[in-house]
């Protein structure tokens, strides 16, 4: 199993301020995964981050909107930028492990926009 | 192509009772389906998986069942417990690079609730 810290666990910010979530991993995975989960709804992935390059993203994210950071094999960051309320979401960071590539989620970073 | 729908949106059972949720996709290249339970606060966890060769896989209490005719897979709870009171997400994927199932497309959930 892999361990997933993320860092905030809760925000609130401002319309139009950024905030970047991190992604801690107890042991070195290739890919990345960052998907968003909007109040009572489903989870939706947002794009897939592998190291040493640019992150993959899904149809309805871009990276302006969404940049991506993957320095090394254990950690990631994902900013939103210039926040609406309609970013209010529960961000979660997954990787795969184990014999049968299940996907790991963080507890979620919960952010509130004003 | 896409998409999984999951139904229903809600379900209350007792305890002792069996809980059967269903999900149903489109597309016929997915080629791993699991189900995720999450509960309030935390991330979802994997509950069990299964994969289109087999038409059943049982752990415990849960069973899936894959009729890929009909592109439809369900999640069945028997002897629901109250803390199995949680939102079950169904999701479907394929392969990336051959390897890797963590582009996952979920259904919408589904909030179990079991009475004692």
């Known amino acids: 199993s892999a361990v997933i810290s993320q860092k905030p666990s809760r925000d609130i910010c401002q319309r139009g301020t950024s905030l970047t979530i991190q992604c801690q991993v107890d042991?070195?995975?290739?890919?990345m995964f960052w998907y968003r989960q909007q109040p009572g709804q489903s989870l939706t992935l947002i794009a897939t981050?592998?190291?040493?390059?640019?992150?993959?993203?899904e149809s309805g994210f871009v990276i302006d909107k969404f940049p991506i950071s993957r320095p090394n094999l254990t950690f990631s960051t994902l900013t939103v930028s210039n926040m609406s309320p309609e970013d209010s979401s529960i961000y979660l960071c997954?990787?795969?492990?184990?014999?049968?590539?299940?996907?790991?989620f963080g507890e979620g970073s919960r952010l509130t926009v004003l | 192509q896409q998409q999984v729908k999951q139904s229903p949106q809600s379900l209350i059972v007792q305890k002792g009772g069996i809980s059967i949720i269903n999900c149903a996709y489109e597309n016929t290249a997915f080629d791993y389906f699991p189900w995720y339970q999450q509960f309030p606060g935390k991330g979802p966890a994997l509950l069990i998986a299964?994969?289109?060769?087999?038409s059943e896989k049982k752990e415990g209490r849960f069973t899936i069942s894959f009729n890929k005719s009909a592109k439809q897979f369900s999640l069945h709870i028997m002897d629901s417990q109250p803390g199995d009171s949680a939102t079950y997400f169904c999701?479907?994927?394929?392969?990336?690079?051959?390897?890797?199932?963590?582009?996952?497309?979920f259904g919408q959930g589904t909030i179990l609730t079991v009475h004692p």
């Open positions: 981050a592998n190291q040493g390059s640019e992150a993959t993203y």
């Open positions: 299964i994969r289109p060769d087999v």
């Open positions: 042991s070195q995975v290739t890919m």
């Open positions: 997954s990787v795969e492990g184990g014999t049968t590539g299940e996907l790991f």
């Open positions: 999701a479907a994927s394929l392969a990336i690079g051959g390897t890797s199932y963590g582009k996952l497309t």
